[in-house]
């Protein structure tokens, strides 16, 4: 089953074609300065009943050098099957688009992309007719963006660099820098991108620190995880309002209790009662309200938590 995370590391290239040229960049290959860039269907299937899709593929267009296909590839763990679907994939698109084709693996840890980056030779050990060498984006090599000002004039870098680096040490530096990036942003922008991470943390530790930061920080922007926070914790709002209201209504049940006793209730008892939100001392007091001879008895050393 497809991972969260694995969409994210490509969905981001989809989100946003420009990024490539900042990752070949840091990746030191040079590509010329792109004009424009187009989605293209990522099914790779031929009439045969075997179903082959890159994860996202994409129609470049530079300003010197015409057009190039880039495909890219989410890889959450080595594969020794994968080398050969891959050089599969760049020699169809090759064939059927006739445009020069790059693929670039995304990576989420070391090995992998260590494992990814490694040339692989194709064919017979005595003439391997083909090489694979595709470019690998991973926490080797994309930079930890911990700068804010950084992070806002390169938005999908920084996410890259988020989701990149999910598994990292220096991933909460990361995802603190790109909340506060965000801060002022449209919320077409900041929205995409608040999602993307998310995604790309998957179920790793740092998820709930980008949910805090979500909650905390970017409060205002209109998205499904910003919602589906807002929701909980309108839930949570409403469970305690419920609680509060019940242990308000008790303490009153106590208080009214000793009323009908004639018992005088000094202020500080009065307060104890009034400020107890333990349901279960609750309870204990106004059952010992019907006998007690004075407010103070009830408490018996009890004290609310």
């Not at 994309?142 to 988020?162: C, F, G, Q, Y």
């Amino acid at each position: 089953m497809v991972s969260a995370p694995h969409e994210a590391m490509h969905r981001v290239f989809q989100e946003y074609p420009e990024l490539f040229s900042r990752v070949s960049e840091v990746l030191g290959v040079a590509f010329p300065p792109f004009v424009s860039a187009d989605v293209v269907t990522t099914d790779l299937t031929e009439s045969r009943p075997v179903e082959r899709r890159v994860d996202t593929l994409l129609r470049i267009e530079t300003e010197d050098n015409g057009l190039f296909l880039l495909a890219v590839e989410a890889q959450g763990k080595k594969d020794p099957d994968k080398p050969t679907s891959w050089a599969y994939y760049v020699s169809y698109l090759l064939e059927k688009y006739r445009l020069p084709t790059t693929l670039l693996v995304v990576c989420q840890d070391r090995a992998t992309a260590a494992w990814a980056t490694r040339p692989v030779p194709l064919g017979s050990p005595q003439w391997p007719v083909l090489t694979l060498r595709p470019l690998v984006a991973g926490p080797h090599n994309i930079p930890a963006v911990t700068d804010v000002a950084e992070a806002r004039k390169d938005l999908a870098l920084a996410t890259l660099s988020a989701i990149t680096h999910a598994g990292e040490p220096d991933v909460g530096a990361i995802l603190k820098t790109l909340s506060a990036a965000l801060r002022g942003a449209p919320d077409d922008i900041a929205a995409p991108i608040v999602e993307l991470t998310a995604q790309g943390l998957g179920n790793r530790p740092a998820a709930q620190q980008w949910r805090n930061l979500v909650a905390v920080d970017l409060s205002f922007y209109i998205s499904p995880l910003s919602e589906e926070i807002r929701d909980e914790g309108r839930a949570e709002g409403e469970a305690r309002g419920r609680a509060e209201g019940e242990a308000r209504g008790r303490a009153e049940d106590i208080l009214l209790v000793f009323d009908e006793r004639g018992i005088e209730v000094p202020d500080g008892i009065r307060d104890t009662i009034t400020g107890c939100r333990d349901l279960d001392v609750l309870r204990r007091w106004l059952r010992r309200a019907a006998t007690a001879d004075s407010a103070e008895e009830i408490l018996d050393g009890d004290r609310p938590a």
